[in-house]
């Protein structure tokens, strides 16, 4: 039986690691722990590439859990079905308000001014299915359950 000199050995350690690498990159690409699949090359060298060849994808959008790390707004408030509209009369005292609202990301942006809301409005970043919350409102809602701001964000609009 032939003997496997420190050449052989180190070049085939060499080629594991490269195939590791490659197949966590490749795990990377498609959502996965880079690691994770790093370690599953480097000990099963192409085996694991094919395997994760034949893996779906996963979206990044399914990783992402919405964090609001909120600095005024209560932690514990949860997002609701719609409340009362809040009354024409008090619009005025609303506009006077700081604004908060979730991102594409899901993070909580602000405290931002209405006119601040206004051009979150008119350059698409903010709509309907975003969620707002204001000092007084018991929890965040869309900006949909809120009439009187979709009315003032709806009738500024360009």
């Known amino acids: ?4 000199d420190a050449t052989q050995i180190m070049t085939s350690f060499v080629l594991s690691a490269i ?3 490659l197949t966590g990159y490749y ?13 599953l090359g480097l000990l099963f060298n192409f085996f694991a590439t094919i395997l994760l060849f034949f893996l779906p994808s996963i979206k990044k959008e399914e990783n992402i859990r919405p964090t609001m790390t909120i600095a005024k707004p209560d ?4 997002i609701s079905q719609p409340q009362q509209p ?6 005025k005292e609303e506009e006077n308000k700081l604004w908060y ?11 931002v001014s209405i006119i601040a809301l206004r051009n979150l409005w008119n350059s698409g970043l903010l ?3 975003s969620y707002v ?5 018991d929890r965040w809602q869309k900006v949909d359950q809120l009439t009187n701001l979709k009315e003032a964000l709806s009738k500024h609009s360009l």
């Not at 039986?1 to 496997?4: G, I, K, S």
């Not at 932690?75 to 949860?78: C, D, L």
């Not at 609202?101 to 405290?111: A, I, K, R, S």
């Open 19 to 21: 195939i590791g690498y």
């Open 127 to 129: 709509g309907f299915n």
């Open 27 to 39: 795990a990377d690409q498609k959502g996965r722990d880079f690691t994770t699949w790093f370690i």
């Open 75 to 78: 932690p514990a408030i949860s």
């Open 101 to 111: 609202y979730l991102d594409q990301n899901h993070e909580q942006v602000g405290p």
């Open 86 to 91: 809040i009354s024409p009369s008090s619009w």
């Open 133 to 137: 919350w204001a000092e007084g409102m």
């Open 1 to 4: 039986m032939p003997q496997l």
